[in-house]
């Protein structure tokens, strides 16, 4: 399974941008995705995931702000965070789970794009 993430950059604070992330799997439509993202020298931390039936859940720190979504007919996941501030600036990376709901590790992971909030 290969999932490429894109859509990242700078942009100001309480800006806005839309990450995406196409999947190479034919099935992408059965599991649950997620994005995650890591400071340098951070721990990677759950942003949010969407499970196959499209129940969205979010981290503490960007509920309200981003929205995750699915295009199932284009095998795509995306991101869309709004009101960005500087603590949001990190590597995102897309992430695709074992199963139908969002439960443990991911099994597969992207490469990562790059968010950085200026203030």
């Known amino acids: 399974v290969q999932l490429q993430a894109s859509g990242g950059g700078t942009v100001q604070a309480g800006g806005s941008l839309r990450l995406s992330c196409a999947s190479s799997?034919?099935?992408?439509?059965?599991?649950?995705m997620g994005w995650y993202r890591q400071t340098p020298g951070g721990q990677r931390e759950w942003v949010a995931s969407?499970?196959?039936?499209?129940?969205?859940d979010y981290g503490a720190s960007v509920a309200g702000r981003f929205t995750i979504s699915r295009d199932n007919a284009k095998n795509t996941v995306s991101l869309q965070m709004n009101s960005l501030k500087p603590e949001d600036t990190a590597v995102y990376y897309c992430?695709?789970?074992?199963?139908?709901?969002?439960?443990?590790?991911?099994?597969?992971w992207g490469q990562g794009t790059l968010v950085t909030v200026s203030s």
């Open positions: 992430a695709r789970y074992s199963g139908s709901y969002s439960l443990g590790d991911p099994r597969y």
């Open positions: 799997e034919s099935v992408f439509s059965m599991y649950a």
């Open positions: 969407i499970t196959s039936g499209e129940r969205t």
